[in-house]
């Protein structure tokens, strides 16, 4: 009763379905090679995944120093370069053979002699655990024993971890090195760029090494010669009396400091002499007003007491008598003042004489001294004389001397910053992130290749698969007759990732299967269009049919019970016969209690009517194989007549044959109007399809169409609910 209900609205539902897809339509895109691969995408999608994950924790981490050269700079302080160096800057041809050099064995052999750079290749080796366990597992030489011994050896070890190229298109050579541990890294790559501009300037400053070492040399010889001659000179001088003073010879310079000491003592004397005429020509006159006298603070002092006195003198002289003695003393005083007054005037005169006696006496000294000087000078400047050639020879030495030690200089200079067209842009750097593997582009990469190799695989599958995929491949070879699919049927819809991770569920059991199939538009659609060709009910219409395929479990029983139901459905009497004896399932897809069946209809031990048996569909009669079908010989499609004639009154009868292989099939169709031929898609080929039909045909049988059982469909779930994505 349930059922009839289900099919109450089927032809309005049949009109509503969308326009069925052209027989021959391509239905071979790569969304839907790879939806029904996904099983495969997925095992390779995981076990590359699964690989690259192993890879990023098993590969030992990579650390890459980094340092750079530049190639046809010109020289420091160098503003004409010729035109050849101008069209060497940028050459290629000059920057293949910088890197050639730089990659040469004769320059890292210069960098691994450096001081400590080969025990940090060691080191490098020592890390490369993997590598080194593999050769000692196959009996090989360890190789850190063989490059500890064989520096070729050693070379082959280190060229692979050094990277050396051009930065882009510039001039810019980057040298590197990977290894496990990042100060090693950035040592050797150190070491190859400190060895290469050694070896740059080496060979450009062979020849300024050479220049230099030529002058050094004559530098040497002129420094002897200028010694000898200077030894000479100061030993012929020292016999001659010819050394020198501050600003000239000793002699010179006597005579210049006596003839200065004469100037001043002939102007002391004409002083000494003008004073004592002074005092000599104010004798008579009286001296004590004398300005030669009065010079003297002495005489001026005693002039101005004198003075006092007698002023107190008149005073007192006034106001007593010449008796007194007060006036007495004060005569007195004035007396002991003029005498001591007269002895001091005296005095001066007596030492002005005295000094113009000393200074004339001080002039014919130095008189007598000058004229003595003037002879040592004149001797001195002829002996000098006689020493100038040899003076000018050692001063030309001395210049020859003062140019080649400059120019050596320059040279040694110029030898130690000459850099060549090659010169530092910066030393490498202590790597703080790890070179390889990087995790985010590792893993981008390593899903990259999981997606396309999994793609691939699943596509190159689904290419070689020839088993049916659609009813197009059997309607292009098949003729005219019916070609249709029937979905895979599915349980429930998954709600994860909109589809994408909807799993592959088994088989529905046959009797659940009959349930979505009620339901299922598409299957409908599908079952409308073979009950359309059947024309049940019509005088020219096809009463029996026979299901049957070319292999076990293509799905022949649920299209004949599926079949059945449509047709009971439509409103039509419809009896299904079991006559598949290798695999009955009527009972249990129908619910259906044990009891006699078609055997014992044909062995005449059961009434056909006793035998039929009512389903839950209110116009569909079943006919089961039977309790006694293991006794029963194995054909029974030499008997299946009378049974047939028995069943006039329905308007349908389907009858579930084996598969198309065996006798039974072939002598049952013999008894149909028409056959239905259902192959299972993934499983059956459409050779195997098309040579059951064949057979079917050579059999006497009638086809009546061919139905595709099971076929997948070809998007997704996301984009059967959005189609709008698929458009």
């Not at 069946?597 to 569909?617: F, P």
């Not at 054909?635 to 049974?643: E, M």
Request: glycine share 6%; net charge neutral.
């Amino acid at each position: 009763m349930g059922a009839d209900m289900a099919y109450d609205n089927l032809d309005a539902a049949i009109a509503d379905l969308p326009p069925k897809r052209a027989a021959g339509a391509p239905e071979r895109s790569l969304l839907a090679a790879l939806w029904r691969r996904r099983a495969i995408f997925a095992a390779v999608f995981v076990a590359i995944v699964g690989v690259v994950v192993a890879a990023l924790v098993v590969l030992p981490v990579q650390y890459m120093a980094t340092g750079s050269l530049i190639v046809a700079e010109q020289e420091p302080g160098d503003n004409n370069s010729s035109a050849v160096w101008a069209q060497k800057v940028g050459d290629p041809a000059d920057m293949e053979s910088q890197l050639l050099i730089i990659g040469s064995s004769r320059v890292m052999k210069a960098a691994l002699a450096a001081p400590g750079i080969f025990e940090y290749a060691m080191q490098d080796c020592s890390a490369s655990k993997g590598v080194v366990a593999l050769s000692e597992i196959f009996g090989r030489r360890s190789i850190c024993e063989k490059i500890e011994s064989d520096h070729d050896s050693l070379i082959e070890f280190v060229r692979p971890r050094y990277s050396i190229g051009n930065v882009g298109r510039s001039r810019v050579i980057g040298v590197s090195y990977q290894s496990t541990r990042p100060d090693i890294a950035k040592k050797m790559a150190d070491a190859l760029i400190s060895a290469f501009l050694d070896d740059q300037r080496e060979t450009l400053s062979s020849g300024r090494r050479n220049a230099a070492a030529w002058l050094w040399a004559e530098v040497r010889r002129l420094e002897s010669e200028l010694r000898d001659d200077d030894a000479k000179i100061q030993e012929y001088k020292r016999k001659k009396g010819l050394a020198r003073g501050t600003n000239a010879l000793i002699d010179s310079e006597r005579l210049t400091s006596v003839t200065q000491q004469l100037s001043a003592a002939e102007a002391t004397r004409a002083e000494a002499a003008a004073r004592l005429k002074e005092i000599t020509a104010n004798k008579g006159k009286g001296l004590a007003d004398s300005p030669a006298v009065l010079v003297s603070r002495s005489v001026l002092d005693l002039k101005q007491q004198l003075t006092l006195v007698e002023v107190r003198l008149a005073s007192s002289r006034s106001t007593l008598g010449d008796r007194h003695p007060a006036l007495q003393e004060l005569e007195r005083e004035r007396d002991m003042v003029q005498r001591r007054l007269a002895a001091e005037i005296a005095g001066v005169a007596a030492g002005a004489k005295r000094n113009y006696e000393a200074a004339n006496s001080l002039v014919a000294s130095l008189k007598a001294k000058v004229e003595a000087a003037k002879a040592d000078v004149g001797d001195a400047m002829i002996d000098q004389g006689s020493i100038e050639t040899l003076v000018h020879g050692v001063d030309l030495k001395r210049r020859q001397y003062s140019e080649l030690y400059k120019r050596a200089s320059e040279l040694d200079a110029d030898r130690r910053v000459l850099n060549g067209s090659t010169r530092l842009v910066g030393m490498a750097e202590l790597p703080n992130q790890p070179f390889f593997p990087k995790r985010l582009p590792f893993l981008a990469a390593g899903l990259t290749l999981a997606t396309l190799l999994g793609a691939t695989a699943a596509i190159l599958r689904d290419r070689f698969d020839k088993s049916l995929r659609s009813s197009a491949e059997l309607a292009a070879s098949g003729g005219e007759e019916l070609c249709v699919e029937l979905p895979r049927l599915r349980g429930g819809a998954s709600r994860k990732a909109f589809g994408l991770l909807e799993p592959r569920k088994p088989n529905l059991p046959l009797q659940i299967a009959l349930q979505y199939a009620e339901r299922d538009d598409v299957l409908q659609r599908a079952l409308f269009e073979i009950y359309s060709r059947a024309r049940l009910g019509d005088a020219q219409g096809f009463r029996v049919i026979a299901v049957t395929s070319p292999l076990r479990g293509d799905g022949k029983t649920f299209l004949t019970l599926a079949f059945a139901h449509f047709a009971a459905a439509m409103g039509h009497r419809a009896l299904v016969v079991e006559c598949d004896l290798a695999d009955p399932a009527f009972e249990n897809a129908l619910g259906l209690e044990p009891g006699p069946g078609l055997l014992e209809a044909l062995d005449a031990t059961a009434a056909l009517r006793d035998c039929m048996t009512r389903t839950a569909s209110r116009k569909l009669d079943a006919l089961p194989v039977g309790a006694a079908r293991k006794a029963t010989p194995p054909q029974i499609g030499k008997r299946i007549g009378t049974v047939l004639k028995a069943t006039r009154d329905y308007d349908l009868v389907l009858l579930d044959c084996p598969s198309a292989e065996t006798l039974d099939a072939r002598l049952l169709v013999r008894h149909a109007d028409a056959i239905l031929l259902c192959a299972r898609a993934g499983q059956c080929t459409a050779e195997e399809a098309l040579a059951a039909t064949e057979g079917l045909r050579a059999s006497g049988g009638r086809l009546l169409g061919l139905a595709v059982n099971m076929v997948e469909r070809d998007e997704p779930a996301f984009l059967r609910r959005f189609p709008h994505i698929a458009a």
